[in-house]
């Protein structure tokens, strides 16, 4: 990404001086502590002017409504201090010049406007763009004194230059003449407008940004949750395998009470037949009870650990369940190409999820030249809508057995094991066992699907399918 340079922002300043002086601040926003949003107006036209002071993206432009979306512009509810400062001495005042000083990457705004008294002052809005020290600052231009900026800098910060409120503004130290680096971009540019090219060419980059970070962020998130399943699973997996042999108690409780009246009260062992396993054993017992005693206690025993290991079987069905679950949404983040496409799945990922747009997204389709058609999920959502909206009893659907991956439909007059083989190898193209060999598809029709009350998004049970592996 090419940086933005003070020949940039010199065009920029020529560009748009004449909507700039004279124009009215109507509003001012700030999305995150590096984004500005200025809307002004000027010649019965309001425009929104955009300032970036993140180091890897700092820039100032006019945005396009279409940009704006893009950007994923979000304003708090409760504004930033310094936002607030702002709004306290700009709003609803006016900018008197625009100046860019000599070989600078510093955007002012000269700003006229009135103190308490109704005075007229003027204050300059400083909009210093020069990549990790780029910052927002106010200040007086009768005193020079700072009024307020984006960031402090002390002197454990900067040894050169000090910015914070009540000290005076004085202009960063001298750099290097730095290179022209979109001469060659501006001039390829087929609008023609700088504001334009500068718009279009960091929303790119932004969003891309964007995408990448929530991307990361859900898979950090569901992968940890992931984690967390597959250890309690293990864990349950084997207390469960731990406690098989309790069994033992009902056979012990059976032995003694079949030989009720041949074992001696108060003994601690009985020497017994084990009828079921051939052998002679010998039980020890609680010398404090008596045998029909000892007995109960093996049949309570019994009876207990029968109810804690139906528990804790339902537990680990509903952790295998999850861990499915989980699996797919992973699989959905990692596919995801879009942003919208995060957004989309945001529900399954955080508790407060995004506002977004509550149509259908666009579900992918495969027309065949004989009329037939194929949908892919490319997530849970879109999943459960192929199910439950899309699809007709004798439609076939295809998944891959036991793991993660898109729901497959198929819409067919006449199936044909070449469609089969069709749908089932896309059912492994778009699974997270894709580059895997020996590969097993089940396909069944649609009325022998079935959703379980409560279950989760996208989650089926199936019957009568029938297996295709794939290498």
């Known amino acids: 990404m090419i940086t933005f340079d ?59 409504k279409e940009n704006y979306q893009r950007r994923l512009i979000e304003i708090p509810q409760k504004p930033p201090m310094f936002c607030m400062l702002l709004r306290k001495y700009l709003e609803n005042s006016r900018i008197a010049r625009v100046n860019q000083p000599q070989g600078e990457r510093i955007l002012e705004l000269f700003i006229e406007t009135y103190n308490e008294l109704g005075e007229k002052i003027f204050l300059c809005l400083a909009i210093e763009l020069m990549g990790k020290h780029s910052n927002v600052i106010l200040y007086n231009t009768d005193t020079d004194v700072i009024i307020g900026c984006a960031h402090n800098v002390g002197s454990e910060k900067s040894r ?43 929303t790119y980059f932004i969003e891309e940004n964007k995408f990448k970070t929530l991307k990361s962020q859900y898979r950090t998130v569901i992968s940890q949750r992931l984690k967390k399943v597959v250890k309690s699973l293990k864990q349950m997996e084997y207390k469960l395998n ?55 206690k093996f049949y309570k025993l019994y009876n207990k650990a029968k109810t804690s290991r139906e528990k804790l079987t339902e537990l680990v069905n509903e952790a295998v369940e999850k861990k499915a679950y989980l699996e797919q949404v992973l699989y959905s983040i990692n596919c995801a190409e879009k942003i919208e496409d995060l957004f989309e799945i945001s529900g399954e990922v955080v508790d407060e999820p995004k506002k977004t747009d509550k149509k259908q997204s666009e579900i992918m389709k495969i027309e065949t030249e004989n009329g ?19 699809s007709g009893e004798d439609d076939l659907w295809f998944h891959v057995h036991n793991c993660a991956g898109s729901h497959i439909l198929l819409k067919s007059q006449k199936v044909t094991d070449d469609l089969i083989m069709r749908c089932a190898r896309l059912a492994k193209e778009y699974s997270s066992v894709k580059d895997s060999s020996k590969i097993g598809v089940i396909y069944t029709k649609r009325k022998y699907l079935r959703k379980p009350p409560g279950a989760n998004l996208g989650y089926v049970t199936y019957r009568n399918e029938q297996e295709i592996v794939l290498d």
């Open 6 to 64: 003070n020949y940039t922002l010199n065009a920029f300043v020529k560009e748009q001086t004449e909507f700039l002086t004279g124009a009215r601040i109507n509003k001012i926003q700030q999305p995150t502590r590096r984004e500005f949003v200025l809307t002004l107006r000027n010649n019965s036209e309001s425009r929104q002017l955009y300032v970036n002071i993140n180091p890897s993206f700092y820039h100032v432009c006019f945005m396009s």
């Open 372 to 390: 037939d058609r194929i949908f892919i999920g490319k997530n849970n959502k879109q999943n459960d809508y192929i199910i439950s909206k899309l």
């Open 160 to 202: 050169e230059r000090e910015i914070y409120g009540g000290i005076p503004y004085v202009y960063p130290p001298k750099q290097g003449v730095s290179n022209n680096n979109w001469t060659s971009l501006l001039d390829s540019y087929e609008n023609g407008s700088v504001n334009d090219f500068i718009d279009n060419y960091y």
């Open 242 to 296: 731990s406690d098989s042999d309790f069994d033992k108690y009902r056979l012990y409780g059976d032995l003694l009470m079949a030989n009720l009246y041949m074992l001696k009260d108060y003994s601690s062992s009985a020497s017994v037949y084990d009828y079921e396993n051939d052998k002679q054993i010998e039980i020890t017992l609680d010398a404090t009870k008596t045998i029909k005693d000892n007995a109960n």
